[in-house]
């Protein structure tokens, strides 16, 4: 899970470390969805709920001002 928040925020590849500004933004967002257990676990052993959950978090990571949503009370 801190893979793909790496992926999709920072601008040097994975493989070169993650920085800890990433680290603190990908816990503070899955914080604000109830998910930041879930930040060390690899994305393949993600039930549904909790990649949805996930998903969430990485959208809301760059402050949009509308998020849609299918299904919002699942």
Same mark, same amino acid.
């Given at each position: 899970?801190? /893979?793909?928040? !790496?992926?999709?925020?920072? =601008?040097?590849?994975?493989?070169?470390?993650?920085? =800890?500004?990433?680290?603190?933004? !990908? =816990? =503070?967002?899955?914080?604000?969805?109830?998910?930041?257990? +879930?930040?060390?676990?690899?994305?393949?052993? +993600?039930?549904?709920?909790?990649l949805q959950r996930v998903q969430l978090a990485l959208a809301l990571e760059c402050d949009p001002e509308i998020v849609l949503? /299918?299904?919002?009370?699942?």
């Amino acid at each position: 899970v801190l /893979d793909l928040f !790496a992926v999709a925020t920072q =601008r040097r590849p994975v493989w070169l470390g993650i920085s =800890r500004k990433v680290e603190a933004s !990908a =816990r =503070r967002y899955l914080s604000l969805v109830e998910a930041e257990r +879930l930040l060390s676990r690899p994305l393949g052993k +993600l039930s549904g709920g909790e990649l949805q959950r996930v998903q969430l978090a990485l959208a809301l990571e760059c402050d949009p001002e509308i998020v849609l949503v /299918d299904e919002p009370v699942a």
